[in-house]
């Protein structure tokens, strides 16, 4: 499918509730992008890796959990058994070094295109934490930042609360002329694409022929409640990308979108089908591999190596069913490339381009959710 290029010139990458400066297109005939020119580039000082974090000792885990749910009236003995999760990985998530590894190769590939800004590392619920990576960056004299956020879809966890994060760490600061600008979702940027379909396509190769038929793929996201769906775009873009994806890389076969890791009160409902659920519906006789694509994730954290590699596995072991579980892209060439594009996109006001749909632009009411007891997600990594 050919890319897509918004055609709103007053369309930015960041977050639509910042000032835009005007921008001007210069275009041929045939409306391709010959030029940009703009009235002032944005001098941006330094780059910000924004994520939720995650424990790195068994010592980490309860306080960990408590940053998490922090308001939330969960129950110590809940938070002791989510940690026994972590204690089958002596307390360690994989996310915070999986994220010091993507910076390392990300500071390398933009140094190989004359981006020299430093990059900074900072979490929303473990060291470093971001108002201290905050500090340190207006510490260390820089005043224009901008941000990646390790989320692809638009939803509040994954986008809007990142924002709110980055907005009080900016008040916390009080100092003039700080600005954070938040690079924009990128779920259908044609490389982020082409780096899930090319982990597909790896894994796929250990299905032997004879049991391709009998093959389905599941892409699978972190579920929310439902009332938060019908204020952000996180069904529609996880559909549109899913069907895009199995298109591409196995027309022939079945697939389902899933979702996992739901917490929360039970009589709060949230997104299904789970997982677990969907595995007891398939008809053995006539699927007898799963290829799990967890599409939502773009690390191996513990909602992976936990919901995923041991819980989701271990039930499809017991019901009869091989499962596959395709990497994450979060370290594949293809998505440090993209990310090196986006960083390029917001420096230059360049045009974003999606391979389906259009750029999304968060607005003001984008992903707002009521914060009634409840209504807000105690869940581990995302």
């Known amino acids: 499918m050919p890319s897509m290029h918004t055609k709103d010139p007053d369309f930015r990458a960041g977050d639509a509730r910042r000032p835009l400066s005007k921008i001007r297109w210069q275009e041929d005939q045939s409306g391709s992008v010959l030029h940009v020119r703009k009235d002032q580039m944005p001098e941006y000082e330094a780059i910000l890796i924004l994520s939720f974090g995650g424990p790195e000792s068994k010592e980490d885990v309860i306080p960990f959990l408590k940053n998490v749910t922090a308001g939330k009236n969960i129950p110590l003995e809940r938070l002791q058994e989510v940690a026994a999760q972590y204690d089958l990985f ?66 509040y966890s994954g986008c809007r609360q990142y924002q709110e994060d980055i907005d009080r760490a ?45 093959t389905k793929l599941l892409f699978t996201a972190h579920s929310i409640p439902k009332a938060w769906e019908k204020t952000s775009p996180y069904t529609s873009q996880l559909l549109a990308i899913s069907n895009e ?95 090196k594009e986006l960083i390029e996109e917001a420096i230059e006001e360049m045009k974003p381009i999606a391979e389906i749909g259009t750029p999304w632009i968060c607005s003001p009411e984008c992903c707002a959710i009521n914060t009634k007891p409840g209504a807000r997600r105690p869940n581990r990594e995302s």
């Not at 190989?112 to 430093?118: A, T």
């Not at 591409?248 to 409902?269: F, N």
């Not at 006539?286 to 967890?294: A, D, F, H, L, R």
């Not at 590699?309 to 490339?337: C, S, W, Y």
């Open 245 to 339: 994806i199995s298109q591409r890389v196995a027309p022939d076969l079945q697939w389902d979108l899933v979702y996992q890791s739901r917490s929360g009160p039970p009589a709060v409902p949230w997104l299904e089908p789970d997982i677990v659920d969907h595995l007891d519906e398939i008809d053995t006789e006539k699927i007898s591999t799963v290829v799990v694509v967890p599409i939502g994730f773009l690390s191996d954290h513990m909602e992976v190596k936990f919901d995923l590699d041991t819980q989701a596995a271990n039930h499809a072991r017991e019901i009869g069913i091989q499962m596959l579980r395709v990497p994450t892209v979060g370290l594949h060439k293809t998505f440090i490339t993209m990310t």
């Open 90 to 155: 002596d307390g360690v998530s994989p996310i915070n070094q999986q994220n010091r590894d993507f910076i390392s190769v990300l500071e390398e590939e933009l140094r190989q295109h004359d981006l020299n800004q430093p990059i900074y590392f900072g979490n929303r619920n473990w060291e470093p934490f971001l108002q201290d990576t905050v500090n340190q960056i207006v510490e260390d004299g820089h005043r224009k930042i901008l941000t990646f956020v390790t989320s692809a879809f638009g939803s």
């Open 170 to 214: 900016i008040q916390n600061t009080q100092v003039e002329n700080l600005t954070i600008d938040k690079i924009r979702l990128f779920w259908n940027h044609p490389k982020f694409l082409s780096a899930v379909a090319s982990r597909i396509e790896t894994t796929m190769k250990d299905v032997p022929d004879a049991n391709r038929p009998h």
